[in-house]
């Protein structure tokens, strides 16, 4: 019997020669049988002969015990967040917990379908507009959408929405304010939408200047789009002042909320001036980062952008959930489905196991293991900045470059320790940057095992620079030249 699937109508596809397979009426089934198929599919008649193969294939002979080996082998060789610290700044990568995974993975969640009708899929819509409710509060925001499906499109579906008040009002507006010490995809998502980029410099301590927004705010300008907390770390003491002023021109303010693991429970953006913010439900809200997605980058908005959000909205009717398109000056579908439902079921269940005290608290410990790790390095390594910083903290390579050691060889280094190195040459405005993040979930004894290498590195970089500039030694791959991968690309495998 042939173990191929039925063809499907008017195609051409393989055929069953026996229906038995899916049989409803055989013993214990309820149902009539499908018809037996008396023809089947003939290959050697609809392919050419020499892409017919007539040996059979040629596989290795091995047991079950040697293949799992080699899996579990290849596994040791990947560094994961169950295997170790992961101290990556502004790429926020902590631990998740499990049972939001076991959440996300309940039946009625995990084998749900986009065009089930909605009385089957009432408390899927219910979680989506709970959840809507909870962010918003959370921000700041009076509403929220749901659609963007990562950080950076939440930043284009932010934009979005303002290009689009902006023509209700008949004003399209020309250009948009970004700080110097903004995310790099702000200017990517300005641009996709149409506006010029008007760069302001931070100040002598790393803050946004009102008065250089002042310079450059007229009634040409969009809005401003503010990173806060800052790529550095720090929160915007100064965004009241700047909303006051942009909004004195007619102008949005934009505040990414990719740092929210610094403020949440904490500071409102919403009450600190922003018009419309993002958030990435994947570096705050307990879902996997990396490794392509997918991901969850919400945005919330003050109640006189909600006519702008992207539709579908969800609604709720009485006691029932469903969902409307009839929001005429919506900037329409930013995609099709719910794609990555799995991201925002883990994300509603971080928020309802922990409730406000507990997302306060994971505020104060991100930024308390933050400041711990620079209390304890700022001798050894030269920090960015001098006023103290919230979730992450930045050191430079200042002193380890008297001996001819950059942040590239420490970073190597530290894979030999066994840690996955921090993020590294950012912010672009800080020379030698190693941006360190160690995340709500990490405890006193892997943020002590963390500096005690680090400050091995560094008494390594004075007495043998060599071996850090050499290093790493003990990873399965050895040190690569990026330079040299990034002039000559091998694009094309070769046996």
């Known amino acids: 019997m042939s173990h ?18 899916f049989d409803l009426s055989r013993p214990g089934r309820k149902g009539a049988s499908l018809p037996a198929v008396s023809t089947s599919f003939n290959v050697s008649k609809h392919l050419p002969a020499d892409l017919l193969n007539t040996d059979g294939p040629n596989l290795p002979e091995l047991s ?4 799992n080996r080699h899996f579990v082998r290849l596994s040791t060789w990947n560094y994961n967040k169950d295997a170790g610290f992961f101290p990556l700044g502004s790429c926020t990568m902590k631990y998740n917990p499990k049972v939001n995974e076991w959440s996300a993975r309940l039946p009625g969640f995990a084998a749900s379908h986009p065009y089930q009708p909605l009385e089957t899929v009432q408390g899927n819509l219910e979680l989506l507009y709970n959840l809507e409710k909870f962010l918003g509060e959370v921000g700041g925001m009076e509403c929220v959408t749901l659609w963007p499906n990562a950080g950076a499109h939440g930043e284009l579906t932010g934009i979005q929405i303002m290009r689009s008040y902006h023509l209700a ?4 507006r020309k250009s948009i304010i970004i700080p110097d010490s903004a995310h790099g995809t702000n200017p990517a998502s300005t641009a996709l939408c149409g506006y010029s980029v008007i760069q302001v410099k931070s100040n002598e301590k790393g803050h946004l200047d009102p008065e250089a927004v002042a310079k450059v705010m007229t009634e040409d300008v969009a809005g401003i789009m503010v ?16 909303a006051e002023i942009v909004h004195a021109k007619g102008g949005l303010v934009y505040c990414d909320g990719a740092n929210l693991n610094a403020l949440m429970g904490v500071a409102k953006l919403g009450h600190c001036g922003a018009d419309i913010m993002h958030y990435n439900l994947h570096k705050t809200f307990s879902t996997p980062h ?3 997605g997918p991901g969850a980058g919400p945005v919330g908005v003050k109640k ?16 029932n959930y469903t969902i409307t398109e009839d929001c005429p000056q919506s900037v329409g579908r930013v995609r099709a489905f719910f794609g990555n439902f799995g991201v925002l079921v883990r994300a509603y269940t971080y928020i309802r196991e922990l409730g406000a005290d507990g997302l306060k608290l994971a505020t104060q410990m991100a930024v308390l293991n933050s400041n711990y ?8 390594y030269q920090p960015a900045q001098k006023e103290r910083p919230l979730h992450e903290c930045i050191l430079t390579d200042k002193k380890q470059q008297e001996f001819g050691v950059k942040t590239l060889d420490i970073a190597k280094r530290l894979m030999d320790y066994g840690f996955h190195p921090p993020t590294v040459y950012f912010p672009l405005i800080v020379p030698g940057a190693m941006m360190i993040e160690p995340t709500e979930t990490e405890s006193k004894e892997a943020c002590d095992q963390f500096i005690t290498a680090m400050k091995e590195i560094a008494r390594e970089c004075e007495a043998t620079p060599e071996k850090v ?6 990873t399965f791959r050895r040190r690569l030249d990026e330079a040299k991968a990034v002039k000559e690309p091998k694009l094309i495998w070769k046996k």
């Open 4 to 21: 191929s699937m039925p063809a499907t109508p008017g195609g051409t596809g393989l055929i069953l020669e026996e229906a038995t397979l």
């Open 64 to 67: 079950e015990p040697e293949v």
């Open 169 to 172: 009002k008949g004003n399209a």
């Open 227 to 242: 990173t806060n907390p800052s790529t550095l770390g720090l929160f915007e003491t100064h965004l009241p002042e700047v």
């Open 290 to 292: 990396g490794g392509g």
């Open 304 to 319: 006189h952008l909600e006519p702008f959000l992207p539709v579908p909205r969800v609604v709720k009717d009485g006691d």
């Open 373 to 380: 790790i620079l209390a304890k390095l700022k001798d050894d």
């Open 469 to 474: 500039k050499s290093a790493p030694h003990r």
